[in-house]
């Protein structure tokens, strides 16, 4: 059974081989929630047996899976993105009390993970094989021709965030089945149940027993034993830099697909329509309280315009509503207290240093109003580290020149953005930018899906993207036709 009920409260299995199970050891976390402490449900704490046994189960019909018809395969994912929408209000309403982010946001989420699938299905079914003539290249001949097809790696570990559980899971079990491998996904532990609704989705939709299990448990237990595993064929994580170096430094020769931290620079130029720069940067900055790891986490303006970028930043910042997701506040408790103890530390350190408060920084537990710091520099430790909650910093420069000179000296390139009328001007930022994508005149984000997004430095290893993470979770294969020895 998906889900069971003990004294009042939700207890979820674990899909195994097509059924839903829990550990045997009997033990499990309770998931409390941010936004008021109360108890969501309980996951149980798979032992790292079960875990062995659950990669091993993935193996059983995967040749099976792989041989499936690619049609076959989209239209699961087509039902199981109708299964995704008929459910929307239900996990919307998990994702708002498991990870406090708000209802319209929870609901997009589901539904733009919907439209995702579908665009995996269909993508799927195009990518073709091709025929390449021997006498493309000099010496060769037209009766050696090779015909090159994508065949799937195996079992792709699917290492889910807990800021977009269904979004981020989905985005790796897709493209990893459509290309025919099979998944153990193992979702971050808050923000579980709300993948095992994904999971439960999919399997319901008809995805054969063992293509995709699932396991929970603590990450002490089972972090690093998971990705050293002999079984995993491939590794798919979203997560902070410092896990995304682990585990690099742990898999051996594993492939990796990884997105990692961020700390996505926003530069305003003189000519910049600073209204709409205010407005895409407080979008940018503050939604889901910061939480993202596209999140605009710096400005660095030039002096001409940071005074007036400054006032026009606060007005819209102290317009945004704090406090209940249920009650659609856009700045929402953080995960947990221990990130609102990282992101005061960050507040306290600048102040301490001289920064100017400009509006903000007051808390109560794990609610942190969003923050506006000036006069930051590069002394202080919020200028560097990524916050992932609403604390923005603004670096005044002299010159665009200065601009990517401070952009550049980060250890992350995920994103950055550039506001300006100058398309000229636009372009000599965009090239000098050492970061994987540039936003010109609009606040840093993942979507569209289909975009490739990648970063660079500390921000990750490969491009996503559903072509390209197909492509990623898949390999050539050549077969080597000698017409004149046939």
């Not at 742990?250 to 407005?279: H, Q, R, T, W, Y």
Request: aromatic share 6%; hydrophobic share 40%; with cysteine.
């Amino acid at each position: 059974m998906f889900e069971s009920m003990h004294e009042g409260h939700p207890v979820y299995g674990n899909l195994i081989g097509g059924e839903w199970k829990v550990s045997q050891s009997g033990q499990f976390i309770d998931i409390h929630s941010p936004v008021d402490g109360s108890l969501v449900g309980k996951i149980p704490a798979m032992t790292q047996e079960e875990v062995k046994e659950a990669i091993a189960g993935t193996k059983e019909n995967q040749a099976a899976w792989a041989a499936l018809p690619v049609y076959e395969r989209a239209n699961i994912l087509h039902k199981a993105a109708s299964l995704l929408e008929e459910r929307s209000e239900e996990i919307a309403d998990i994702l708002v009390m498991e990870i406090a982010k708000d209802k319209k946001s929870a609901l997009s989420e589901v539904t733009r993970t919907a439209d995702l699938l579908r665009y995996t299905a269909d993508i799927g079914k195009g990518m073709e094989g091709q025929a390449v003539s021997g006498e493309n290249f000099p010496g060769g001949s037209p009766d050696k021709i090779s015909y090159v097809n994508r065949v799937p790696l195996g079992t792709v570990l699917a290492i889910s965030p807990f800021n977009y559980p269904i979004n981020l899971s989905a985005s790796k079990i897709g493209p990893a089945l459509i290309g025919g491998n099979a998944v153990l996904l193992k979702p971050a532990t808050q923000g579980a149940i709300s993948a095992l609704h994904l999971a439960r989705a999919l399997n319901d939709a008809g995805v054969p027993a063992g293509i995709l299990n699932t396991v929970t448990g603590k990450g002490s237990q089972l972090g690093d034993f998971i990705v050293t595993q002999e079984g995993i064929d491939f590794i798919n994580f979203t997560g902070s830099t410092e896990v995304g170096m682990r585990i690099s430094q742990l898999s051996c020769m594993k492939p990796l697909l990884m997105e990692l931290g961020g700390k996505d620079a926003a530069i305003v130029l003189e000519d910049a329509d600073l209204d709409f720069a205010a407005d895409n940067i407080v979008s940018g900055a503050y939604a889901y309280s910061g939480q993202r790891c596209t999140a605009v986490k710096r400005i660095l303006a030039t002096d001409k315009v940071a005074d007036a970028l400054a006032q026009k930043l606060k007005e819209r910042i102290e317009a945004l509503k704090i406090g209940d997701p249920r009650e659609n506040a856009v700045i929402t408790p953080l995960i947990s207290d221990k990130a609102a103890d990282f992101a005061q530390e960050l507040i306290d350190d600048a102040l301490e240093k001289g920064a100017t408060l400009v509006t903000g920084g007051e808390r109560v537990k794990n609610l942190l109003s969003p923050t506006l710091l000036d006069h930051v520099t590069a002394d202080m430790e919020v200028a560097w580290e990524e916050p992932f909650a609403p604390v923005l910093p603004i670096i005044r420069v002299k010159d665009v020149d200065d601009a990517i000179a401070i952009a550049n000296r980060s250890e992350y390139g995920l994103q950055s953005s550039v506001f300006t009328h100058n398309i000229d001007e636009a372009f000599y930022v965009a090239k000098r930018l050492e970061v994987g994508t540039v936003q010109i005149n609009n606040k840093t984000e993942r979507g569209p899906d289909h975009f490739p997004f990648l970063g660079v430095k500390a921000s990750g290893m490969g491009t996503q993207g559903v072509r390209y993470s197909i492509e990623a979770m898949t390999r050539p294969k050549v077969i080597a036709l000698n017409l004149q020895n046939s």
